[in-house]
């Protein structure tokens, strides 16, 4: 890997760092020997969770802090080599029922980072953590980045506000920056009570818990990103130059139909039940049916590529919420 010694002593921030992927990347970063400042809201609804970095304690330096707080934000940037931006309000659901909210978190605090980068960090690096959901329901597939942008819901139009700051902002005022469209991210340390951030989470607790979970309709097509994948992505955006002012889907190994996803975390779990209904009326005003994307452009730029499959994935996740699962309730 070509980031195996370029961490080492330096100094990192992130964003949303007691979240899923920030946590795996924080913990990834210590491995590496950088010097790693966790910041996050801790805000209930929005998944970080302090024992996602239990046994990081004395490797990482903690701030509980909100993106959306400009004068916490202009003194925690300055000083540092790398910016992984993961803060964000991530539920379609929410979204729609306070838009105001996800405005302030996805769109206007990013603005505001980047502002206090400019003015007092100009020399850093930015990756910006952005979602597939920007394409909305696609035209083709698999999906790639020329793809129109069509978001369903508020939460895809202000991510794609957020993530087209740091581009702007890269490309008027060279603050390097890069975004990376996520697309269904798992593994463990995601959250599982609810649907915030991902309905397999709420598929592995009930089924962990030895309960039936739903199925809407069940013939969708989706691709799944494990978090280590993920987190590989993430360091090869920050160590390369080539990835200033651009943009990247990440993807899974395999396309699978949501029937198939199910019955597969049943096997993994050597058990378990799901019932098939149909899609709820508030969600299905904003599902984009068939989505996977076309990963080409970030692994012909970053020379990344998914390495774990569902099945491994899968095997992980349920061992670790076989172990934890108290706590993410």
Known sequence: MQFETAFTGRRVLITGALGFIGSNLARRLAELGAQVLAVDSLIPEYGGN???IAGLEDRVQVNISDVRDAHS?????QGQDYLFNLAGQTSHMDSMNDP????EINCRAQLSILEACRKYNPA???VFASTRQLYGKPDYLPVDEKHLLRPVDVNGINKMAGEWYHILYNNVYGIRSCALRLTNTYGPRMRIKDARQTFLGV???LVVEGKPFEVWEGHQLRDFTFVDDAVEAFLLAAVSEDSNGEIFNLGGESVVSLKELADLVVEMNGGGEYLTRSYPADRKRIDIGDYYADFGRVHSTLGWQPRTNLREGLRQTLEFYREHLAKYL
């Open 50 to 52: 302090l024992f996602n």
């Open 73 to 77: 934000m202009r003194y925690l940037v």
């Open 100 to 103: 105001d909210a996800d405005l």
């Open 124 to 126: 850093i690096k930015l």
């Open 203 to 205: 598929w592995i607790r």
